[in-house]
Nanobody
Framework: QVQLVESGGGLVQPGGSLRLSCAAS????????MGWYRQAPGKQRELVAS???????KYVDSVKGRFTISRDNAKNTVYLQMNSLKPEDTAVYYC??????????WGQGTQVTVSS
């Protein structure tokens, strides 16, 4: 089992920045990939960014050049630095972990609202 605790969401004006953090505990030795998903009202959950155990990263096209995912293996934490935020980035952001056994674990979600 892996437990995930997220932090860092909030309200920000367009063009602003936020950094999300997700700390993992439990069976952390089994973690392979870590990532962030988001779900806006009335829309499906989508993958925003992911990072593998060897730090290969992937991003959805809409955030490329604005968001950066990183992980600190010593702290078992994954981060999502979000710059140049737009109103369309408003969503609940969920941390996700995939283990070497193929199991998925989710954080509780953190609200990000981009509005003037």
């Amino acid at each position: 089992q892996v437990q995930l605790v997220e932090s860092g969401g909030g309200l920000v004006q367009p063009g602003g920045s936020l950094r999300l953090s997700c700390a993992a505990s439990g069976s952390i030795f089994s973690i392979y990939a870590m990532g962030w998903y988001r779900q806006a009202p009335g829309k499906q959950r989508e993958l925003v960014a992911s990072i593998s155990s060897i730090s290969n990263t992937k991003y959805v096209d809409s955030v490329k050049g604005r968001f950066t995912i990183s992980r600190d293996n010593a702290k078992n934490t994954v981060y999502l630095q979000m710059n140049s935020l737009k109103p369309e980035d408003t969503a609940v952001y969920y941390c996700n972990v995939v283990t070497i056994h193929g199991a998925n674990y989710w954080g509780q979600g953190t609200q990000v609202t981009v509005s003037s």
